[in-house]
Protein backbone atom coordinates (compact mmCIF):
# COMPACT_ATOMS: atom_id res chain seq x y z
CA UNK A 1 0.00 0.00 0.00
CA UNK A 2 1.31 3.39 -1.07
CA UNK A 3 2.47 6.19 1.81
CA UNK A 4 -0.49 8.63 1.25
CA UNK A 5 -2.73 5.90 1.40
CA UNK A 6 -1.60 4.71 4.84
CA UNK A 7 -1.16 8.54 6.51
CA UNK A 8 -1.68 10.70 3.98
CA UNK A 9 0.76 13.18 2.63
CA UNK A 10 4.05 12.50 4.14
CA UNK A 11 6.49 14.63 5.58
CA UNK A 12 9.99 15.27 4.10
CA UNK A 13 10.97 12.96 1.36
CA UNK A 14 9.95 9.30 2.48
CA UNK A 15 9.76 8.03 -1.20
CA UNK A 16 13.74 9.00 -1.52
CA UNK A 17 14.42 7.31 1.63
CA UNK A 18 17.60 4.80 1.77
CA UNK A 19 18.31 2.23 4.53
CA UNK A 20 21.91 1.94 5.48
CA UNK A 21 23.43 -0.51 3.00
CA UNK A 22 24.22 -3.09 5.59
CA UNK A 23 20.46 -3.47 7.10
CA UNK A 24 19.61 -6.13 5.36
CA UNK A 25 23.25 -8.07 6.03
CA UNK A 26 23.80 -6.75 9.18
CA UNK A 27 23.81 -9.28 12.05
CA UNK A 28 22.12 -8.13 15.44
CA UNK A 29 25.05 -7.16 17.45
CA UNK A 30 25.77 -9.07 20.85
CA UNK A 31 23.34 -7.96 23.83
CA UNK A 32 24.35 -4.79 25.30
CA UNK A 33 26.17 -5.82 29.01
CA UNK A 34 23.26 -5.33 32.16
CA UNK A 35 23.59 -5.92 35.32
CA UNK A 36 23.16 -9.28 36.66
CA UNK A 37 19.95 -10.48 38.60
CA UNK A 38 18.79 -13.02 40.59
CA UNK A 39 16.74 -15.38 39.11
CA UNK A 40 13.42 -16.10 41.10
CA UNK A 41 13.91 -19.46 42.21
CA UNK A 42 16.85 -17.77 44.29
CA UNK A 43 15.21 -14.94 45.03
CA UNK A 44 13.47 -14.91 49.07
CA UNK A 45 12.43 -11.41 48.88
CA UNK A 46 8.93 -10.82 47.69
CA UNK A 47 7.78 -6.92 47.85
CA UNK A 48 4.23 -5.69 47.57
CA UNK A 49 2.19 -8.88 47.07
CA UNK A 50 1.48 -8.98 50.80
CA UNK A 51 -2.21 -10.05 50.41
CA UNK A 52 -1.55 -12.95 47.68
CA UNK A 53 0.86 -14.11 49.98
CA UNK A 54 -1.05 -14.18 53.15
CA UNK A 55 -3.65 -16.21 51.04
CA UNK A 56 -1.33 -18.94 49.67
CA UNK A 57 0.05 -19.00 52.86
CA UNK A 58 -3.19 -19.41 54.90
CA UNK A 59 -4.61 -22.83 52.27
CA UNK A 60 -0.77 -23.86 52.10
CA UNK A 61 -0.30 -24.36 55.82
CA UNK A 62 -3.56 -25.43 56.58
CA UNK A 63 -2.66 -28.66 55.44
CA UNK A 64 -5.57 -28.63 52.32
CA UNK A 65 -4.09 -26.73 49.40
CA UNK A 66 -5.66 -26.71 46.41
CA UNK A 67 -3.54 -28.51 43.64
CA UNK A 68 -3.74 -25.78 41.31
CA UNK A 69 -2.87 -22.39 41.34
CA UNK A 70 -3.69 -19.93 39.18
CA UNK A 71 -0.85 -16.87 39.36
CA UNK A 72 -1.94 -14.17 37.64
CA UNK A 73 -0.92 -10.50 36.99
CA UNK A 74 1.09 -7.92 34.76
CA UNK A 75 4.49 -9.15 33.78
CA UNK A 76 7.47 -8.47 36.02
CA UNK A 77 5.73 -8.13 39.30
CA UNK A 78 6.54 -10.98 40.98
CA UNK A 79 4.95 -14.09 39.87
CA UNK A 80 7.63 -17.02 39.36
CA UNK A 81 8.88 -15.62 42.54
CA UNK A 82 6.15 -15.86 44.12
CA UNK A 83 6.33 -19.67 42.25
CA UNK A 84 9.21 -20.38 43.47
CA UNK A 85 8.44 -19.51 47.18
CA UNK A 86 5.29 -21.68 47.67
CA UNK A 87 7.37 -24.73 45.93
CA UNK A 88 10.38 -23.81 48.09
CA UNK A 89 7.89 -24.35 50.89
CA UNK A 90 5.70 -27.06 49.96
CA UNK A 91 9.13 -29.12 49.13
CA UNK A 92 10.92 -27.90 52.61
CA UNK A 93 7.78 -28.58 55.08
CA UNK A 94 5.02 -30.27 52.79
CA UNK A 95 1.44 -28.86 53.52
CA UNK A 96 2.11 -27.85 57.35
CA UNK A 97 2.01 -25.18 59.32
CA UNK A 98 5.54 -26.21 60.74
CA UNK A 99 7.49 -23.60 58.40
CA UNK A 100 7.32 -19.77 58.46
CA UNK A 101 3.86 -18.13 58.26
CA UNK A 102 4.89 -16.18 55.21
CA UNK A 103 6.34 -19.44 53.28
CA UNK A 104 9.89 -18.03 53.70
CA UNK A 105 12.48 -21.07 54.34
CA UNK A 106 15.97 -20.26 55.20
CA UNK A 107 18.71 -20.05 52.68
CA UNK A 108 20.91 -23.20 53.84
CA UNK A 109 17.37 -25.80 53.73
CA UNK A 110 17.91 -28.61 51.94
CA UNK A 111 15.46 -28.33 49.58
CA UNK A 112 16.29 -23.92 49.00
CA UNK A 113 20.12 -25.22 48.29
CA UNK A 114 18.79 -27.79 45.80
CA UNK A 115 16.33 -25.70 44.37
CA UNK A 116 19.04 -22.84 43.84
CA UNK A 117 21.11 -24.82 42.30
CA UNK A 118 18.21 -26.36 39.63
CA UNK A 119 17.96 -29.64 40.74
CA UNK A 120 15.41 -30.81 43.34
CA UNK A 121 14.07 -34.14 42.47
CA UNK A 122 10.41 -32.63 43.46
CA UNK A 123 10.34 -29.48 41.51
CA UNK A 124 9.39 -29.39 37.18
CA UNK A 125 10.05 -25.90 35.10
CA UNK A 126 7.95 -25.92 32.13
CA UNK A 127 8.73 -23.46 29.45
CA UNK A 128 8.95 -23.06 25.95
CA UNK A 129 11.35 -25.09 24.29
CA UNK A 130 14.21 -24.08 21.55
CA UNK A 131 13.74 -24.27 18.14
CA UNK A 132 16.86 -26.98 16.90
CA UNK A 133 16.74 -25.63 13.73
CA UNK A 134 17.10 -21.45 14.73
CA UNK A 135 18.26 -22.03 17.76
CA UNK A 136 15.49 -19.50 18.66
CA UNK A 137 12.64 -20.44 21.24
CA UNK A 138 9.40 -21.44 19.88
CA UNK A 139 6.35 -19.24 19.81
CA UNK A 140 3.70 -21.56 21.85
CA UNK A 141 4.41 -23.75 24.53
CA UNK A 142 4.15 -26.97 23.15
CA UNK A 143 1.81 -30.46 24.37
CA UNK A 144 5.51 -32.15 24.15
CA UNK A 145 6.40 -30.43 26.79
CA UNK A 146 2.71 -30.42 29.01
CA UNK A 147 2.81 -34.15 28.59
CA UNK A 148 5.88 -33.88 30.73
CA UNK A 149 3.66 -33.17 33.45
CA UNK A 150 2.73 -37.10 33.75
CA UNK A 151 5.47 -38.94 33.86
CA UNK A 152 6.53 -35.94 36.38
CA UNK A 153 3.61 -36.47 39.02
CA UNK A 154 4.18 -40.08 38.44
CA UNK A 155 7.29 -40.55 40.04
CA UNK A 156 7.77 -41.32 43.68
CA UNK A 157 7.84 -37.98 46.16
CA UNK A 158 10.55 -36.26 46.76
CA UNK A 159 12.09 -35.58 50.78
CA UNK A 160 9.06 -33.58 51.31
CA UNK A 161 6.24 -35.81 49.78
CA UNK A 162 5.42 -32.95 47.58
CA UNK A 163 5.71 -32.59 43.58
CA UNK A 164 5.53 -29.40 42.05
CA UNK A 165 5.58 -27.84 38.57
CA UNK A 166 6.00 -24.92 37.45
CA UNK A 167 4.44 -23.51 34.15
CA UNK A 168 5.77 -20.48 32.55
CA UNK A 169 4.02 -18.76 30.74
CA UNK A 170 0.47 -20.44 30.39
CA UNK A 171 -0.43 -18.19 27.96
CA UNK A 172 1.76 -19.81 25.80
CA UNK A 173 0.33 -23.07 25.69
CA UNK A 174 -1.06 -23.60 21.82
CA UNK A 175 -4.83 -25.43 22.08
CA UNK A 176 -3.37 -29.25 22.50
CA UNK A 177 -1.05 -28.76 25.37
CA UNK A 178 -4.26 -26.63 26.97
CA UNK A 179 -6.30 -30.11 26.49
CA UNK A 180 -3.17 -31.88 27.85
CA UNK A 181 -3.19 -29.88 31.07
CA UNK A 182 -6.91 -29.77 31.56
CA UNK A 183 -6.90 -33.98 31.63
CA UNK A 184 -4.19 -33.75 34.02
CA UNK A 185 -6.55 -30.55 36.14
CA UNK A 186 -9.29 -33.26 36.07
CA UNK A 187 -7.32 -36.43 37.91
CA UNK A 188 -4.96 -34.26 39.78
CA UNK A 189 -2.66 -36.56 41.68
CA UNK A 190 -2.23 -36.76 45.56
CA UNK A 191 0.95 -34.90 46.76
CA UNK A 192 1.17 -32.72 43.50
CA UNK A 193 0.64 -28.81 43.09
CA UNK A 194 0.44 -27.09 39.38
CA UNK A 195 1.35 -23.80 39.56
CA UNK A 196 0.34 -21.76 36.27
CA UNK A 197 2.10 -18.75 35.41
CA UNK A 198 0.02 -15.57 33.25
CA UNK A 199 0.00 -12.20 32.31
CA UNK A 200 -3.04 -12.49 30.78
CA UNK A 201 -5.54 -15.23 32.09
CA UNK A 202 -8.47 -14.67 30.46
CA UNK A 203 -6.64 -16.33 27.28
CA UNK A 204 -6.85 -19.50 28.88
CA UNK A 205 -9.70 -21.66 28.83
CA UNK A 206 -12.45 -21.67 31.17
CA UNK A 207 -12.18 -24.89 32.55
CA UNK A 208 -8.44 -24.61 33.26
CA UNK A 209 -9.43 -21.24 35.12
CA UNK A 210 -12.23 -23.30 36.96
CA UNK A 211 -10.02 -25.76 38.32
CA UNK A 212 -7.49 -23.49 40.00
CA UNK A 213 -7.58 -21.50 42.70
CA UNK A 214 -6.62 -17.69 41.69
CA UNK A 215 -3.83 -15.51 43.29
CA UNK A 216 -4.09 -12.36 41.37
CA UNK A 217 -0.58 -10.14 42.04
CA UNK A 218 -1.24 -6.18 41.36
CA UNK A 219 1.65 -4.00 39.87
CA UNK A 220 3.48 -2.49 42.97
CA UNK A 221 3.62 1.18 44.19
CA UNK A 222 5.89 3.16 44.15
CA UNK A 223 7.32 2.52 47.37
CA UNK A 224 7.90 -0.97 47.05
CA UNK A 225 9.39 0.23 43.66
CA UNK A 226 11.81 2.09 45.13
CA UNK A 227 12.63 0.19 47.99
CA UNK A 228 13.58 -2.97 45.32
CA UNK A 229 15.54 -0.68 42.84
CA UNK A 230 17.90 0.78 46.13
CA UNK A 231 18.76 -3.20 46.46
CA UNK A 232 19.26 -4.13 42.75
CA UNK A 233 20.87 -0.84 41.52
CA UNK A 234 23.00 0.60 44.19
CA UNK A 235 24.82 2.42 41.96
CA UNK A 236 21.83 4.34 39.93
CA UNK A 237 21.01 7.76 40.98
CA UNK A 238 17.68 8.43 43.32
CA UNK A 239 16.44 10.33 40.08
CA UNK A 240 17.26 7.44 37.47
CA UNK A 241 15.57 5.25 40.05
CA UNK A 242 12.55 7.31 40.15
CA UNK A 243 12.70 8.07 36.19
CA UNK A 244 12.46 3.94 36.36
CA UNK A 245 9.99 3.59 38.61
CA UNK A 246 7.69 6.31 36.42
CA UNK A 247 8.64 4.33 33.32
CA UNK A 248 7.98 0.67 34.63
CA UNK A 249 4.28 1.27 35.79
CA UNK A 250 4.59 -1.10 38.71
CA UNK A 251 6.48 -3.82 37.10
CA UNK A 252 10.02 -4.70 38.66
CA UNK A 253 11.09 -6.42 36.02
CA UNK A 254 10.20 -3.98 33.63
CA UNK A 255 12.25 -1.37 35.76
CA UNK A 256 15.09 -3.73 35.84
CA UNK A 257 15.39 -4.38 31.48
CA UNK A 258 15.06 -0.68 31.27
CA UNK A 259 18.12 0.28 33.61
CA UNK A 260 20.14 -2.27 31.28
CA UNK A 261 21.76 -1.65 27.86
CA UNK A 262 19.27 0.46 25.66
CA UNK A 263 16.03 0.06 27.62
CA UNK A 264 15.62 2.87 28.33
CA UNK A 265 15.71 4.79 25.30
CA UNK A 266 13.64 2.16 23.98
CA UNK A 267 10.70 2.66 25.89
CA UNK A 268 10.85 6.72 25.08
CA UNK A 269 11.09 5.47 22.04
CA UNK A 270 7.63 3.32 22.48
CA UNK A 271 6.29 6.63 24.32
CA UNK A 272 6.76 9.00 21.51
CA UNK A 273 5.30 6.49 18.79
CA UNK A 274 2.13 6.64 20.76
CA UNK A 275 2.51 10.63 21.25
CA UNK A 276 2.87 11.38 17.85
CA UNK A 277 0.21 8.99 16.70
CA UNK A 278 -1.77 11.65 15.14
CA UNK A 279 0.69 12.59 13.01
CA UNK A 280 3.64 9.68 12.69
CA UNK A 281 7.64 10.83 11.67
CA UNK A 282 7.65 7.95 8.87
CA UNK A 283 11.38 8.75 8.80
CA UNK A 284 12.25 8.56 12.19
CA UNK A 285 10.09 5.22 11.96
CA UNK A 286 12.27 3.68 9.47
CA UNK A 287 15.29 4.71 11.32
CA UNK A 288 14.46 3.26 14.75
CA UNK A 289 13.28 0.03 12.69
CA UNK A 290 17.09 -0.33 11.46
CA UNK A 291 18.38 0.49 14.73
CA UNK A 292 16.13 -2.37 15.79
CA UNK A 293 17.59 -4.51 13.67
CA UNK A 294 20.72 -3.79 14.91
CA UNK A 295 20.07 -4.58 18.89
CA UNK A 296 19.28 -8.44 19.90
CA UNK A 297 15.55 -9.22 20.73
CA UNK A 298 15.33 -5.09 19.75
CA UNK A 299 12.09 -5.44 18.40
CA UNK A 300 10.63 -8.08 21.10
CA UNK A 301 11.78 -5.16 23.58
CA UNK A 302 10.42 -2.25 22.02
CA UNK A 303 6.83 -4.15 21.67
CA UNK A 304 6.82 -5.05 25.26
CA UNK A 305 7.67 -1.34 26.04
CA UNK A 306 4.59 -0.08 23.53
CA UNK A 307 2.07 -2.53 25.21
CA UNK A 308 2.72 -1.57 28.79
CA UNK A 309 2.75 1.87 27.97
CA UNK A 310 -0.45 1.94 26.44
CA UNK A 311 -1.95 -0.15 28.50
CA UNK A 312 -0.98 2.31 31.12
CA UNK A 313 -2.66 5.46 29.15
CA UNK A 314 -6.01 3.14 28.64
CA UNK A 315 -6.05 2.70 32.73
CA UNK A 316 -5.38 5.87 33.03
CA UNK A 317 -8.12 7.13 30.71
CA UNK A 318 -10.63 4.73 32.22
CA UNK A 319 -10.04 5.86 35.91
CA UNK A 320 -11.05 9.44 34.44
CA UNK A 321 -14.48 8.26 32.54
CA UNK A 322 -12.59 8.72 29.25
CA UNK A 323 -14.91 7.52 26.35
CA UNK A 324 -14.37 5.65 23.32
CA UNK A 325 -11.93 3.32 25.14
CA UNK A 326 -13.55 -0.05 23.22
CA UNK A 327 -11.51 0.92 20.56
CA UNK A 328 -8.27 1.50 22.25
CA UNK A 329 -8.54 -1.56 23.90
CA UNK A 330 -9.24 -3.31 20.29
CA UNK A 331 -6.29 -1.70 19.41
CA UNK A 332 -3.78 -2.83 22.50
CA UNK A 333 -5.02 -6.44 21.41
CA UNK A 334 -3.81 -5.72 17.71
CA UNK A 335 -1.31 -4.43 18.72
CA UNK A 336 -0.23 -7.38 20.99
CA UNK A 337 -1.56 -9.95 17.78
CA UNK A 338 1.28 -7.87 16.00
CA UNK A 339 4.08 -8.16 17.78
CA UNK A 340 3.56 -11.77 18.52
CA UNK A 341 3.28 -12.35 15.27
CA UNK A 342 6.41 -10.40 14.77
CA UNK A 343 8.78 -12.50 17.17
CA UNK A 344 7.07 -16.04 15.60
CA UNK A 345 8.01 -14.94 11.87
CA UNK A 346 10.92 -12.59 12.43
CA UNK A 347 9.67 -10.19 10.66
CA UNK A 348 11.51 -7.09 9.66
CA UNK A 349 11.15 -4.50 12.05
CA UNK A 350 10.10 -1.94 9.80
CA UNK A 351 7.57 -3.04 8.49
CA UNK A 352 5.89 -4.03 12.31
CA UNK A 353 6.57 -0.08 13.43
CA UNK A 354 4.84 0.95 10.37
CA UNK A 355 2.07 -1.30 10.74
CA UNK A 356 1.89 -0.36 14.18
CA UNK A 357 1.88 2.99 13.86
CA UNK A 358 -1.23 3.10 10.93
CA UNK A 359 -2.90 1.30 13.44
CA UNK A 360 -2.69 3.52 16.30
CA UNK A 361 -3.19 6.82 13.75
CA UNK A 362 -6.43 5.70 12.50
CA UNK A 363 -7.43 5.01 16.44
CA UNK A 364 -6.48 8.09 17.06
CA UNK A 365 -8.92 9.40 14.43
CA UNK A 366 -11.42 7.67 16.14
CA UNK A 367 -11.22 7.61 19.35
CA UNK A 368 -9.02 10.37 20.21
CA UNK A 369 -5.75 10.52 21.64
CA UNK A 370 -5.12 8.30 25.13
Same mark, same amino acid.
Given at each position: ???????????L??S???PP????M?K???? &???????????????L????????? #????RS??????W? !?????G?G??T?A????????A?G????G?? +????A??D????Q????G????????????????K??????V?E???L /????????G??G??????D? /???????A?N??L?LL???????????L???????????R???????????????M????????P +????S??G?????S????G?A? #?L???E????AAE &???? !?E????? +??? &????L?D???? !??D?LE??????????S?? !?? /?? &??QG #??H????????A???????? #?G???L?????L??T???????????G??
Open positions: MRWRQRFGQPSAVGYKKDTMARTAK &ATEPEFPHPRTTTTLGQDLALAKA #ARAIGKPPQGL !ISGPPVKAMYRIARYLLHAKDSAS +DLAVANPAALMAAGHPGLLLLQRGVNEKTGLMTVLSEIRK /AGFFGMTSAGWRVAIVI /ADDMNDNAALKEEPPSRAMLLLSNTPGRLLPTISRCQRLVLRPLDDQSMQALEKFL +DVSEERQLVRLVGSIAL #AAGGGREL &ADRL !ITAAQP +DLV &ALLAGRLFR !IQGKIGDFLIEALAR !IR /AR &AH #APLDRWIMALRLKDAFAR #AGLHEPRQTLTARDLSRTVRQAAV
